[in-house]
């Protein structure tokens, strides 16, 4: 039977009727065949924070041609990260949420527990801190399931090594990997892109990024509570310890670093930079305040990441291209809407030659929402069996960010290759029980270690 035979929309059941008695065939992987009799697929929520529960809500609301799909096990080492999401989703999406008390997990087991809930082909949602990527990688390559994983991949170099070695098996069994680096599914991105690589902006000289906001998330943390566990207080506060999430530069600045590398389709081979700490007060995390990078690629050009999170200060969330033709807005201001354009000198007061949507003697075409965007399009590859592999992209993506956080923390020039090698944050992060200790340890004050750069030259802290 060819593939072309085969509905895209028929039934598990339909298909099945065609290779019964097919023996040969038993250990040929058929991702797109789904384990419901209705063609459901069905999804499994690992890490139940903000992030988690919108990748989850934008999961069930995929347009009608890659429907339907169900939410039926959540897990989380918090009850009550677990019990807003369920509730949150529960109101949204209602038929489409289908978690009773028996498929909520709590504990660090709990991603096993939700797994276990879905059959070959169905979906599961990474959205924990990524510490744990691989290891939640490992199960669900294991059992046959595709997978929608959170930016950043890695936090370290040892977990980009792993991630990288288990993705070779995903790829030998045709799952579909999704990674939350959305703005390459962005409309206006893929149109600038285009350009960009057909020699509208000519040689590309130079790129810039601004993510410079406020404290966010939980990048500033006080003191840990007497009474709470420090392992759940680490991750209850994740963007503020490095060995969870690569702390506020790799889990914020990422999505402007990625978007750049994109249009410039290259990686920077190496990194130089410097931040520092300031009015740190009760604080005690792991974060500069501010950070400025300059990346350089192989062929000398240059991106310069100017990161910062501090009250009161100008904030700019942008990302801009020059070449020998002209200047490109990629992004911005604020938000991950791209509103692309190409202006024909070198900055956005000169004349536009082409601006995404812009149409003579038409309406104006508004860019959809590329959270919503990548889910499409990792259903739509579920559904036809197109190939969709996204991570060692996401993993080179990560790694391009710690090496630029990496300079800044130790104070050296750090190239890919030795941030690829590096020591690793956190060992054991799939020996986590509720009762562990952290790999991070607070000293006598309640404090921990932080970058010194020049002083600790080949670790961060």
Excluded at 55 to 64: C, D, F, G, I
Excluded at 66 to 71: H, I, V
């Amino acid at each position: 039977m060819s593939k072309e035979s085969i509905s895209t929309t028929a039934s598990r059941r339909e298909v099945l009727k065609g290779f019964a008695g097919a023996g040969a065939l038993a250990g040929v992987a058929l991702p797109h065949v789904h384990s419901q009799v209705d063609d459901t697929v069905r999804i499994a929520l690992v890490g139940c924070g903000g992030r988690g529960t919108g990748a989850a809500h934008n999961a069930l609301q995929v347009s009608a041609a890659n429907a339907p799909t169900k939410l039926v096990a959540m897990a989380d080492v918090y009850q009550s990260k677990l019990d807003r999401s369920y509730a949150g989703l529960k109101a949204k999406n209602k038929d489409k949420v289908d978690v009773p008390a028996e498929r909520r997990h709590v504990g660090f087991d709990g991603y096993k527990r939700a797994m276990d809930a879905l059959n070959p082909g169905d979906i599961a949602i990474f959205t924990t801190p990524c510490a744990f990527r691989w290891v939640h990688y490992a199960q669900a390559i294991e059992k046959g399931l595709n997978v929608f994983m959170e930016k950043p991949v890695t936090p370290d170099g040892y977990s980009s090594r792993k991630m990288l070695e288990l993705n070779e098996q995903a790829k030998k069994k045709k799952l579909k990997v999704g990674v939350g680096l959305m703005c390459r599914h962005s409309q206006a991105r893929r149109e600038l892109y285009s350009r960009i690589q057909d020699g509208e902006l000519g040689d590309l000289l130079l790129l810039r990024a601004y993510r410079m906001q406020q404290p966010v998330a939980s990048c500033f943390s006080g003191k840990k509570p007497a009474g709470e566990s420090e392992l759940l207080y680490q991750i209850r506060r994740f963007h503020s310890f490095l060995w969870l999430s690569g702390g506020s530069y790799s889990d914020f600045f990422i999505h402007n670093i990625d978007e750049c590398c994109w249009m410039k389709d290259a990686w920077p081979v190496k990194a130089q930079g410097q931040g520092g700490r300031h009015y740190r007060g009760e604080n005690i995390d792991q974060n500069f305040d501010n950070y400025t990078v300059e990346y350089t690629f192989a062929d000398e050009t240059k991106l310069y990441l100017h990161g910062r999170n501090m009250p009161g200060c100008q904030g700019e969330f942008t990302s801009h291209a020059h070449g020998t033709k002209g200047y490109a807005l990629i992004s911005g201001p604020g938000g991950h809407r791209s509103q692309a354009r190409i202006h024909k000198g070198q900055g956005p007061d000169s004349d536009v030659s082409w601006m995404f949507g812009r149409r003579e003697g038409g309406r104006r075409i508004t860019e959809s929402n590329p959270y919503q965007d990548e889910w499409d399009h990792l259903l739509e590859a579920i559904r036809n069996d197109k190939e969709h592999n996204e991570c060692e992209r996401g993993v080179a993506a990560s790694v391009v960010t710690s090496m630029g956080r990496m300079a800044c923390h130790t104070g050296q020039t750090i190239t890919y290759e030795q941030m690829l090698n590096a020591d690793h944050f956190g060992p054991g992060a799939d020996k986590l029980t509720l009762d562990s200790e952290s790999p991070l340890k607070p000293n006598t004050e309640g404090t921990y270690a932080i970058p010194e750069p020049g002083v600790k030259k080949n670790r961060e802290y």
